[in-house]
C-alpha cells in the first residue's frame, strides 16, 4: 500500500505565508505526476499545482506567482510554498500521486490521495 501524509496547514493572516508537505510511503517503484488540491466549503475540488518527475510545474491562474511547488524525486516528497495568502485560499488542501506499485508479477499505476490538511486564511 503507498500512503501520502500531509503537513503544514494552519491559520495564517491575509499577506502571510504556509508550507505543505506531502510525503509518500509504501511499496513504491515510481511517481509521475505528484500535485496539491483544494476543496472549500461548498465548491468542488480543484487543482491548485503540480508537477511531474521531470520538474513540470502547472498551476491554476489563482495561485500563479503566489505559489511554488517542488518535489524531491529521492525522497517522495513534494512540498507547495505558498505566500501572499488570501481569504480566498481557505481550504482544505490535499496531496495527490500517480504511483506506480509493484503488485505479484506485474506492477499497477494508482492514483492515491492524502488525508486533507486545513489552510485558514484570515483578512
Given amino acids: 500500500q503507498v500512503q501520502l501524509v500531509e503537513s503544514g496547514g494552519g491559520l495564517v493572516q491575509?499577506?502571510?505565508s504556509l508550507?505543505?508537505?506531502?510525503?509518500a510511503s509504501g511499496s513504491i517503484l515510481s511517481i509521475n505526476t505528484m500535485g496539491w488540491y483544494r476543496q472549500a466549503p461548498g465548491k468542488q475540488r480543484e487543482l491548485v499545482a503540480n508537477i511531474i518527475s521531470g520538474g513540470s510545474t502547472n498551476y491554476a491562474d489563482s495561485v500563479k506567482g503566489r505559489f511554488t511547488i517542488s518535489r524531491d524525486n529521492a525522497k517522495n516528497t513534494v512540498e507547495l510554498q505558498m505566500n501572499s495568502l488570501k481569504p480566498e485560499d481557505t481550504a482544505v488542501y490535499y496531496c495527490n500521486a500517480d504511483v506506480t506499485t509493484p503488485q505479484f508479477m506485474?506492477?499497477?499505476?494508482r492514483n492515491v490521495w492524502g488525508q486533507g490538511t486545513q489552510v485558514t486564511v484570515s483578512s
Fill in 14 to 16: 491575509a499577506g502571510g
Fill in 106 to 109: 506485474s506492477v499497477i499505476r
Fill in 19 to 23: 508550507r505543505l508537505s506531502c510525503a
